[in-house]
């Protein structure tokens, strides 16, 4: 394709095309602020009942089995729609899909702060997890359109970061609401932010031939690097969009896709990866007061700790992968020497066992954190082996099987901290399915090359 352009420089855009580098447009960063945006609303979304639910509980007379069933919701329509969500955007594409899905899931946080019951709590939590499904496959179809293969990472760990810096940061604030106007303020509040974001992202987002601060030097910039889709190339300049190549799916494709040593690798990792998170998510404050015994206002302070190191991991594996490309090193290892050191010093989250000082024990944590953010670049390889047209369903499929640690995680950790009295066990659950998403990398994910389906 880069020959293509160069045979269309002799043009009167000629000058322009052969301008310094230095002068590229910085629009694609404009993107990546959205996206960073977007997806903090989307942790806090689903994580404002998590801080909720202390006062919830004494207001609507929720016992804690039926809040384990409405933490537990969320990740079961999430995953049920990751494929559906996938498919969505493959057809409708980034913009549209981003938009509803953003307001949807807004719509359905703000309503909980109106129900009454344990049902109207129920349907909106599920609402919710059916809303978010499309937002990460768009957050990688975004990255691959608009970043070159070698900013990637980058790209994956700037908007991936916006999960834990919403969560640290702005969880005392939301403390501290819930204490001046009660529970539901925050449902009403962080709903109400997410819809006005919605219209933000209609109004800013553009596909790149199309925005008006993408000059050519950074389209060719993109393109050279492998961005810059090919429904986008079709599109450019057109004016009915329609007339662009849709590829054609069946149900087949997805078993087709699955029989790539690449996908059920990664999907493998990023379940490693991702149990780590959910524990930090679920089980992590009643870790530090029942087996702790912190109070509650340390448990505030020192639960900020990892949530900061974890921003810190995903931003240092993003910028390192993406270093270890520009030295001139292959795929294989730039991107997946990231993600197989994060896995395996996530694993030493099994030392907090063996620690009795409550500084160490957060020290420690907090390192397996760090390491967990390493190993979110697994949308990095979803841009890189995803058959041409397929992002959207790849994405669905990666991201159903990464959360489904949002389901067995919290579960296996309950059971484990039931049977024995104490979180010893479910460390060791952690650490162990750690290493083992570190294994597949190593043994089954193989060479990371885009996939061909052949008929």
Known sequence: MPQSFQSNSADSSAPNRTASPARRSKARYQILALLAVGTMINYLDRTVLGIAAPQLTKELGINAALMGLLFSVFSWSYVASQIPGGLFLDRFGSKLTYFLSMTFWSLCTLAQGLVHGIGGLFAFRLGLGVSEAPCFPTNS???????????????????????????????????????????????????????????????????PRDHPSANQEELDYIEAGGGLTQRNKEVAGAADAASSKKSGFEWRTIGRLLKHRQLTGICLGQFAGNSTLVFFLTWFPTYLATERHMAWLKIGFFAIMPFI????????????????????????????????????????????????SNVAVIAILSVAFFAQGMAALGWTLVSDIAPEGLLGVTGGIFNFAANLAGIVTPLVVGLIVAATGSFVGALVFIGVVALIGALSYIFIVGDIKRIVLVD
């Open 141 to 207: 179809r975004v990255v691959a359109t608009w970043f070159p293969q070698s900013e990637r990472a980058m790209a994956t760990g700037t908007y991936t970061v916006g999960e834990y810096i919403g969560l640290a940061f702005f969880s005392p604030f939301l403390f501290m609401l819930m204490g001046a106007f009660g529970w539901r303020s925050l449902f009403l509040v962080v709903g109400g932010v997410g819809i006005a974001f919605g219209v933000v992202w209609w109004l800013l987002y553009r596909e």
């Open 309 to 356: 190191a974890a921003s810190i991991g995903v931003m240092f594996g993003g910028l390192f992968s993406d270093w270890l490309l520009r030295r001139g090193k292959s795929a294989n290892v730039a991107r997946k020497l990231p993600i197989i050191a994060g896995l395996l010093l996530a694993s030493t989250i099994i030392l907090a066992n063996y620690v009795q």
